[in-house]
């Protein structure tokens, strides 16, 4: 199973800034197609946006599409969400992940075998 690390959540205002990280732990995560989920309490998990294992291909789900990008540094073994203009509505837990055999960009969890361990957001003012 590929480990991963999330983090940069935090508190942020309305309207504000965030950058999310997913660092791979024991393995390189060129190669790999990378997804980002967010949960919030009481709601079913949601695909926010999802990288190819190339980097050329992104998706977003509308909810976040113009507001958030994903990209990834093979060089620093790490993929990131920039989210701006951040809502009320984005407070949530942010997942990434990967999988063994998927090179392809899906924000369809089922696909998904490896899973970090989570980072807060929470936007409130």
């Known amino acids: 199973q590929l480990q991963l690390v999330e983090s940069g959540g935090g508190l942020v205002q309305p309207g504000g800034s965030l950058r999310l990280s997913c660092a791979a732990s024991?393995?390189?995560?060129?190669?790999?197609?990378i997804g980002w989920f967010r949960q919030a309490p009481g709601k079913e998990r949601e695909g926010v946006s999802c990288?190819?294992?190339?980097?050329?291909?992104?998706n977003y789900a509308d909810s976040v599409k113009g507001r958030f990008t994903i990209s990834r540094d093979n060089a620093k073994n790490t993929v990131y969400l920039q989210m701006n203009s951040l809502k009320p509505e984005d407070t949530a837990v942010y997942y990434c992940?990967?999988?063994?055999?998927?090179?392809?960009?899906?924000?369809?969890?089922?696909?998904?075998?490896?899973w970090g361990q989570g980072t807060q957001v929470t936007v409130s003012s």
């Open positions: 992940a990967a999988d063994q055999a998927l090179r392809r960009c899906t924000v369809v969890a089922e696909f998904y075998g490896s």
């Open positions: 024991g393995f390189t995560l060129d190669g790999y197609a």
């Open positions: 990288i190819s294992s190339s980097g050329g291909t992104t």
